[in-house]
C-alpha cells in the first residue's frame, strides 16, 4: 500500500492554512514543537464505509490529528507521525487483510477507532507482536491478550453498566436491549451480558433487528407486550431512529436509553423533541454540549482538517485513539520498534485519555485483571435536553488505576 499526497504532508509540521483557526485555536492547540527527523510509521485501520455504517470521517481526522501531532507536540519520540491507512469496509476478510498490510508496511504500531471486524483485525497483529491501540472491542479474546492489545474503553460500561445504573436508579426490574444484529454488538448483548443482569438481579431480554430495517413497528409491538422495563437501543443513529419512532408508534410511555451514537443531527430532526428530552445517553466521547474536552478536537479539524464533519461521533473516536497513542509513547526514545513501543506504553504512568471528559487511562494490565488488554475503568453519560442536545458530560466508575 502507498501513501497518498496527504499521507505525505503529515511528515513534517504544517502550517495552518490561511483562514483557519490557528488564531483562535492556538491556545488550545499549543506551542508549535514540530516533530523531525525519520519518520515513525503508524498503522490506521478503520471501516470507512459498510453496507450498515458510515465512518469515513475517520480517515480525514487521522490525516488532521497527525499534522496535529507533528506540529504541535514533536510526533512520537521526536519524530513524525507517517500514516498507512486501511479500509475494511465491514467485511471480516478485508480486517484480516488490513492487518496483515500493516504488518507488510512495517508500520510499529496501529490504531483501530471503533470498528465491526476487530474480531478479524487483532489476531494477525498480535501473532506479529505488532501493538494495537484500539477504542474499543468486546471481543474476549483479544481483551484477554496481555503482551500487545489495549483497548481505550471498558467494555462492561457502555452495553451493561450503564443500563443497569439506570434501571436501579428507576425502581425498574428489567432491562430490554434493541440491538443492531452485527456481530460486534450481539456478543456482549447476547453472550457476556445475561450473566452481568443476572448478577445484579434484573430481568433481561435481547431483541436483534437487521440493519436497515426502516419500520420496527412490527418488532416494538413485540417489545411492549414484554413489559420491557427499560429499553436501550443499541445502533448507529438510522437504527435508532427506527427503534425510537417505532416505540413512540405502539406508545410505549416508559423509560428508553441508548448509546452515543443514536444521537446525532439527523435523530433530532427525525424524532420529536418530546421523545428526546431527558433521555440518559452513554457517551464514547464527548459530542455536543459545552464540556471543554471538545475544544481540542474542535481546534484540531478546523486548524488542520478538509472537508470534515466534526459531528460524526466516529471522528472523535479516531482522535482520541490515535491521541491516547502519541499520549502512551510520550518520553519513547531510541530505536522506535514495536518492542519499544509495548514496553513504553505498558510503564506509562495514569493519563488523561486525549478529549473525553476526564477520563483517564493506563495501559498495564490492572485496569481489569481479568482482562489485561483494558486501559479504562469507567465511562461517560449525558442527559439530553428539550431539543436533544446533550448537557453535561458525567464520568462514572472511574478509580484510579494503580501499580
Known amino acids: 500500500m502507498t501513501t497518498s499526497r496527504k499521507d505525505q504532508t503529515t511528515l513534517h509540521g504544517i502550517a495552518p492554512r490561511p483562514g483557519t483557526a490557528a488564531a483562535s485555536g492556538a491556545d488550545v ?62 467485511d471480516p476478510a478485508k480486517g484480516a487483510d488490513c492487518a496483515n498490510q500493516m504488518i507488510e508496511d512495517g508500520v510499529v504500531a496501529v490504531a483501530i477507532p471503533e470498528s465491526a471486524v476487530a474480531d478479524t483485525i487483532w489476531k494477525p497483529l498480535a501473532d506479529a507482536k505488532l501493538p494495537a491501540m484500539f477504542f474499543g472491542s468486546s471481543n474476549q479474546d483479544l481483551l484477554a491478550d496481555s503482551e500487545s492489545m489495549f483497548t481505550l474503553s471498558d467494555p462492561l460500561y457502555t452495553l451493561l453498566q450503564l443500563p443497569i445504573g439506570l434501571a436501579k436508579k428507576l425502581g425498574v426490574h428489567k432491562v430490554t436491549s434493541v440491538v ?36 420496527m413497528t412490527p418488532q416494538m409491538q413485540n417489545v411492549l407486550s414484554g413489559r420491557p422495563g427499560v429499553v436501550f437501543v443499541i445502533g448507529n443513529d438510522g ?111 495514569e493519563r488523561e485519555l486525549p478529549g473525553v471528559a476526564g477520563l483517564r487511562f493506563r495501559c498495564n494490565g490492572k485496569a481489569a485483571p481479568d482482562t489485561p488488554a483494558v486501559c479504562v475503568r469507567g465511562g461517560l453519560s449525558t442527559t439530553l435536553d428539550d431539543k436533544g442536545q446533550p448537557t453535561k458530560f458525567e464520568v462514572l466508575g472511574s478509580t484510579p488505576i494503580g501499580d
Not at 181 to 201: I, M, N, R, S, Y
Not at 273 to 284: C, Q
Open 180 to 215: 443492531i444484529d452485527v456481530p460486534a454488538a450481539l456478543h456482549t448483548t447476547e453472550e457476556v451480558a445475561p450473566k452481568v443482569f443476572a448478577d445484579a438481579g434484573l430481568d433481561y431480554q435481547v431483541v436483534a433487528i437487521p440493519p436497515g430495517t426502516a419500520d
Open 29 to 90: 492547540l499549543g506551542p508549535v514543537k514540530p516533530a523531525s527527523g525519520e519518520p515513525v510509521k503508524i498503522g490506521v485501520i478503520s471501516d470507512g464505509a459498510s453496507p450498515a455504517v458510515d465512518n469515513t470521517a475517520q480517515l480525514g481526522v487521522a490525516d488532521a490529528a497527525a499534522a496535529y501531532l507533528n506540529e504541535r507536540r514533536s510526533g512520537i519520540g521526536g519524530r513524525p507521525i507517517k500514516l498507512y491507512k486501511c479500509e475494511t469496509q465491514g
Open 239 to 349: 437504527f435508532c431512529i427506527s427503534a425510537f419512532n417505532g416505540l413512540r408508534a405502539v406508545g410505549y410511555d416508559g423509560t428508553v436509553s441508548g448509546i452515543s451514537q443514536c444521537i446525532t443531527d439527523a435523530t433530532r430532526k427525525a424524532v420529536p423533541a418530546s421523545v428526546l428530552s431527558g433521555m440518559v445517553v452513554s457517551a464514547t466521547v464527548p459530542n455536543g454540549g459545552s464540556d471543554p474536552s471538545t475544544a481540542p478536537y474542535d481546534a484540531v479539524i478546523k486548524t488542520y482538517g478538509h472537508g470534515i464533519d466534526n459531528t460524526a461521533i466516529s471522528g472523535r473516536g479516531m482522535f482520541v485513539t490515535l491521541g491516547a497513542l502519541a499520549t502512551a509513547l510520550e518520553g519513547i526514545s531510541g530505536d522506535i520498534t514495536p518492542k519499544s513501543v509495548i514496553a513504553t506504553i505498558k510503564a506509562m504512568p
